[in-house]
């Protein structure tokens, strides 16, 4: 995994995995753009991989999603923008709060399971 994979989730019996991408991970990232026909979205960016092969991206910035149009990956598209919607949430909840608002904060959980059981590391759980 990269540097920075603190935001990794990993499905253990499919072997799926969705971290960011890091600057090792863009000519991959660029290949799979290529593939379906598209621009690379802007980073920061987060994947999704199935057995080491990268299938699908997002952008955290504008949730623009480019995903590989030979496999199967509806499920991994759904698996990164949410994801990529509870990563924005953390973010604005950390910048409202340093401002002084005080928002309750939600389980951030992936009730998801791709044929196995999603398992949140340890860095990757609410403070």
Do not use: C, K, Y
Request: glycine share 8%.
């Amino acid at each position: 995994m990269s540097a920075g994979s603190n935001f990794a989730v990993q499905v253990h019996a499919g072997g799926i995995s969705i971290r960011r991408l890091a600057g090792e991970d863009l000519p991959a990232a660029r290949r799979l753009a290529q593939r379906d026909s598209r621009a690379l979205p802007a980073a920061p960016l987060l994947g999704a991989e199935a057995e080491g092969r990268l299938l699908a991206a997002i952008s955290l910035e504008s949730g623009e999603v480019t995903a590989d149009p030979f496999s199967r990956t509806a499920e991994l598209r759904a698996l990164l923008e949410l994801r990529a919607s509870q990563l924005r949430r953390r973010a604005e909840e950390s910048v409202s709060l340093q401002r002084g608002h005080r928002q309750p904060r939600g389980v951030e959980l992936l009730p998801i399971v791709l044929g196995g059981l999603l398992r949140a590391r340890p860095d990757d759980r609410p403070a």
